[in-house]
């Protein structure tokens, strides 16, 4: 062997010994590093785990805060309220119902305020207002007359003259059944609807007809002038101091 040859195994033994050992090197560094990153895997492990367990936990947690929350809004205290009012309602309701408003106030006290007093109230058996009735012919104001005693029904009109029924005669006056106790009274309604007439005669118990001679003969003032044919016709009995008389009934006159 050659001194070259020598030479050049010394050099190839030298870096073969150096791979060896370089390759060896590389090795335990590998598993240095695993066995690092082993160490540092089972180290993360359980923090990874508290983290995982912690999640659970924070959102229990926020369950139960928020399963809490209707307990403590005021939610219950509004539905609760129309409940308080309506129990003050049927307090006031037991107590004398709603208060009364100014215009009931009167009621509480008496009433309604009563309306004036009319000079006569109506006759039950007035057919046509006796307060409508204008006294123009036969030389009688009988305005002023009340109902009283004296009750008449079934007026009933011919050309010539009337007839009717006492309910109750002139004795309620205290005249007997001849004696001449009131004024026969003859409205009828003209045109323009005005009840007008007055005193056409005198009449007793016993008479329950009149003839209409007077009215056709202008007897104090009588006129048929403005009173249509036919036209409503009024009969009426007063007292002769124009103080009583009776009711009113109306009939059809065709002349």
Same mark, same amino acid.
């Given at each position: 062997?050659?001194?070259?040859?020598?030479?050049?195994?010394?050099?190839? $033994? /030298?870096?073969?010994?150096?791979?060896?050992?370089?390759?060896?090197? *590389?090795? $335990? /560094?590998?598993?240095?590093?695993?066995?690092?990153?082993?160490?540092? *895997?089972?180290?993360?492990a359980p923090k990874t785990s508290n983290k995982s367990s912690a999640a659970p936990q924070s959102a229990a947690s926020s369950s139960s805060a928020s399963a809490k929350t209707p307990a403590s809004s005021s939610a219950p205290a509004s539905t609760e309220a129309p409940a308080s009012t309506s129990s003050s309602a049927s307090v006031a309701a037991g107590s004398g119902g709603a208060a009364p408003s100014a215009g009931e106030t009167g009621a509480g006290s008496g009433g309604e305020t009563p309306s004036e007093t009319p000079s006569e109230a109506p006759a039950a058996g007035d057919q046509v207002s006796f307060g409508s009735l204008k006294w123009r012919y036969g030389g009688v104001n009988g305005s002023g007359a009340r109902a009283s005693g004296v009750a008449i029904s079934s007026a009933s009109f011919s050309s010539g003259g009337m007839s009717f029924k006492y309910v109750r005669d002139l004795s309620a006056w205290g005249y007997s059944s001849g004696a001449l106790g009131g004024y026969a009274c003859l409205f009828v309604q003209n045109q323009s609807g005005a009840w007008v007439g007055g005193k056409f005669d005198w009449i007793s118990s016993s008479r329950k007809s009149r003839d209409f001679k007077n009215v056709y003969g202008g007897y104090a003032g009588w006129s048929l002038a403005d009173v249509p044919n036919p036209c409503n016709a009024a009969f009426v009995i007063i007292s002769p101091d124009a103080k009583k008389r009776s009711n009113v009934i109306v009939g059809t006159w065709s002349r």
């Open positions: 062997m050659t001194l070259r040859s020598v030479a050049v195994s010394a050099v190839l $033994s /030298l870096v073969f010994s150096a791979g060896c050992e370089h390759s060896e090197s *590389a090795k $335990s /560094l590998s598993w240095e590093q695993e066995r690092q990153q082993q160490a540092a *895997a089972q180290a993360s």
